[in-house]
């Protein structure tokens, strides 16, 4: 497996307090990866400082085959090859689901605006949001907004998608229609690495698991056998809350 993403050795911390604590984690090309564990296990941290939006204190990360951990890159440009959605907050309150959708690519990737809304409602359509292009996000559902915000995230055709917990924070009845876009993302070959407490759908979709254990990898590999059968008793106490 040669890699697309590779981590090695990864170490963050925040004052005291270790919260990455040598993570080395490989996603290859169209590979689905989904990272489990507690809350303040590290999950957000490592997908933070995996698109550089935070700073490693040690370790290396490449990206195909530049180094993006090298203090000497441009960050700003190494952050446009990943997109990433959070739980929450994704959409600017003040624009339209368009122009939210458009942003990057008018701005980072300086398209012109005609080229960058034609592709952005086709997205927008593909998702059965097409009707909802005018409106500002406040008039959407919680669901429809993290549909948009995934929408805007892939828009410039980012290398890896990156999904924080993207529907820890929905109503029950809304999880089901995020999910699903991003199952169909996955089924496209997208190359995404996301952190969630949906353990059925990780079982379901993911490639592989991980399992984040107080800053370190604790197992890892395929659905089945992590869920199935995980060899670590912190794995086994993790998965019976989800039981
Ligand atoms: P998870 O996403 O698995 O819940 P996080 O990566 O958010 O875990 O957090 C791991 C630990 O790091 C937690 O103890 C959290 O309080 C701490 N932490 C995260 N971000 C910051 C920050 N910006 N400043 C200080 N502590 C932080
Ligand atoms: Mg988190």
Known sequence: ???????????????????????????????????????????S?????????????????????????????????????????????????HMSVLDNVTLASRVVHREARKDAETRALALLERVGLGEKARDHPDRLSGGQQQRAAIVRAIATDPEILLLDEITSALDPELVGEVLELVRELAQDGTTILMATHEMAFARDVAHRVVFLDEGRILEQGPPAEVFGNPREARTQEFLTRFR
Not at 22 to 39: P, W
Not at 65 to 86: C, H, K, L, T, Y
Request: glycine letters at 8%; proline letters at 3%; hydrophobic letters at 45%.
């Open 1 to 43: 497996m040669t890699a697309l993403l590779r981590a090695e050795d990864l170490w963050k911390s925040f004052g005291e307090r270790d919260v990455l604590r040598g993570v080395s984690v490989d996603l290859a090309a169209h590979e689905v990866v989904a990272v489990i564990g507690a809350s303040g296990s590290g999950k």
């Open 45 to 93: 941290t490592l997908l933070r400082c995996l698109s550089l939006l935070e700073p490693i204190d040690d370790g290396r990360i490449t990206l195909g085959d530049e180094d993006i951990s090298d203090p000497r890159v441009d960050a700003n440009r190494v952050r446009a090859r990943f997109g990433v959605v959070f739980q929450s907050y994704n959409l600017f309150p």
